[in-house]
């Protein structure tokens, strides 16, 4: 069966540092591939997506994620976060197989 | 505004009862995807309707049932609730791609349910 797996449930960082978020995936064929992000009280906004070609992708907000198909791969990454990107972040893997199966969820904490 | 509109954005009822949320889709979508969030299982797929039809269930309780009307509208309803029930219940709507796999899922507010 298909699954995400977020090794990082939460993550506490002050305002400038770098983030890398991980998640893999396990599924072996085609694959798209999602971050969604849940600001404190909010739903779930897409951040980023995945669907072929160049396998670093740029979302919104300066984040960007990496595909690494031999890896199973898919994180999450920005240079300098901010004290707004305080958030929960979510991985999905989409294998047109069912609905969307979210990974636990990474707690981002930024400290100015 | 993401153009997903759920309703209501608050609940608070007993345990035993049932209760009726509300999900209007993005326009043009015809996927409804219903989701559970609660902190200790995280986000649970519950039920996805295209069309008007059933189209894939994931971790839905017997006691929980859904559809999906003509509009495009759909209904998650709750009966029997226990204090276990207390959760967000979010409702997403996609774009039909005609591969199976999405463009991404645009989701609602939620409904915070409180079972007391």
């Known amino acids: 069966a298909q699954s995400v797996s977020q090794h990082n449930h939460h993550v506490i960082l002050s305002e400038a540092a770098s983030l890398e978020l991980g998640c893999n995936y396990s599924y072996g064929g085609t694959v798209n591939l999602f971050w969604y992000v849940q600001y404190p009280g909010q739903h779930l906004q897409l951040l980023l997506k995945?669907?072929?070609?160049?396998?670093l992708v740029k979302g919104i907000k300066g984040f960007e994620a990496e595909f690494i198909k031999s890896k199973f791969s898919f994180n999450l990454r920005k240079p300098s976060v901010q004290w707004s990107d305080t958030a929960e972040y979510f991985c999905a893997p989409d294998t047109g197989r069912r609905a969307l199966t979210f990974g636990s969820g990474t707690r981002l904490q930024v400290q100015p | 505004d993401s153009g997903v509109t759920q309703t209501p954005k608050h609940l608070i009822t007993a345990t035993g009862q049932r209760v009726t949320l509300r999900c209007s889709p993005r326009?043009?979508?015809?996927?409804v995807y219903w989701y559970q969030q609660s902190l200790d299982q995280g986000l649970q797929f519950l039920i996805q309707y295209y069309n008007g039809e059933e189209r894939a269930k994931g971790n839905i309780l017997e006691r929980f049932s859904a559809q999906q009307f003509p509009d495009l509208h759909s209904e998650l309803n709750l009966s029997s609730l226990e204090l276990g029930d207390s959760a967000l219940y979010f409702c997403?709507?996609?774009?039909?791609?005609?591969?199976?796999?999405?463009?991404?899922?645009?989701f609602g507010s939620g409904t915070r349910l409180t079972v007391v």
């Open positions: 997403a709507s996609s774009l039909p791609t005609g591969t199976g796999l999405h463009y991404g899922y645009t």
């Open positions: 995945y669907f072929s070609g160049d396998p």
């Open positions: 326009s043009g979508d015809l996927s």
